[in-house]
Nanobody
Framework: QVQLVESGGGTVQAGGSLRLSCAASGMMPGTVTMAWIRQTPEKERERVATFGIDGTTNYANSVQGQFTISKDNAKNTLYLQMSSLKPEDTAMYYC????????????WGRGTQVTVTS
């Protein structure tokens, strides 16, 4: 059974940084694409960063140069380093895993809340 557990969210002032973690279990590291997706009540869901099976990374334009996605296969953990945070980065952040052939996450974590105050 695949499980994704996010942690590291919290409240931070604008300009601050946070590092989110997503601990994965029930699947072999390096066999799925993983991503961070955020959602607010006002906005549509947005995939902010992706870590491909081949190790390539992609970012939404809105976070390019601000967020960094990384993965530790030994720990089977995905990270999202967020810096220069802005109030508009406030959202629930979810970790998702895409098996080959899936265009969206098949597996989801429960999310971790990030709140950025001005």
């Amino acid at each position: 059974q695949v499980q994704l557990v996010e942690s590291g969210g919290g409240t931070v002032q604008a300009g601050g940084s946070l590092r989110l973690s997503c601990a994965a279990s029930g699947m072999m590291p390096g066999t799925v694409t993983m991503a961070w997706i955020r959602q607010t009540p006002e906005k549509e869901r947005e995939r902010v960063a992706t870590f491909g099976i081949d190790g390539t990374t992609n970012y939404a334009n809105s976070v390019q140069g601000q967020f960094t996605i990384s993965k530790d296969n030994a720990k089977n953990t995905l990270y999202l380093q967020m810096s220069s945070l802005k109030p508009e980065d406030t959202a629930m952040y979810y970790c998702g895993a895409f098996p080959a052939g899936w265009v969206g996450p098949k597996y989801w974590g429960r999310g971790t809340q990030v709140t950025v105050t001005s």
